[in-house]
């Protein structure tokens, strides 16, 4: 199950897990979702972005970057009555969420995506 390291506030990780899917969600929404853009490589540069997110965020968080990713563990350990750290789980639900939604309003804003005009292939 994913946790924060020892050293680290929750502001921080929660500033964290936003920043991690903030990056992956603008990468999802310019490579795989924009229909002007062709979809050849969206699975290898979206998997190089969560790469990314582990290495730079893994030792402070975990990197779940999102929260069923977090949620799949916290209940198999509270199933099977192993460590619980649910008092960490609004980390993986306010960071991740904050930071897909800003994304999105950010990739509205930059990427127009509503201007059917030009491609990502031109």
């Known amino acids: 199950a994913t946790g924060m390291f020892d050293g680290v506030s929750y502001g921080q990780a929660i500033l ?3 920043i991690g899917t ?6 999802i929404m310019g490579s795989a979702v924009d229909a002007r853009c062709r979809g050849g490589f969206a699975g290898l540069a979206i998997g ?14 975990g990197a779940a970057i999102n929260p069923a990713r977090a949620f799949g ?10 460590p619980i750290a649910w008092s960490q789980y609004p980390i993986y639900l306010i960071g991740p969420i904050g930071g897909a939604v800003l994304a999105a309003f950010a990739y509205d804003f930059i990427g127009d995506p509503r201007n059917a005009e030009g491609s990502c292939s031109e």
């Open 16 to 18: 964290c897990e936003g």
């Open 22 to 27: 903030f990056i992956l969600m603008l990468t």
């Open 73 to 82: 563990p916290y209940l198999i350990d509270s199933l099977l009555g192993g």
């Open 48 to 61: 190089l972005v969560v790469v990314a997110d582990i290495i730079v965020f893994g030792n402070i968080t």
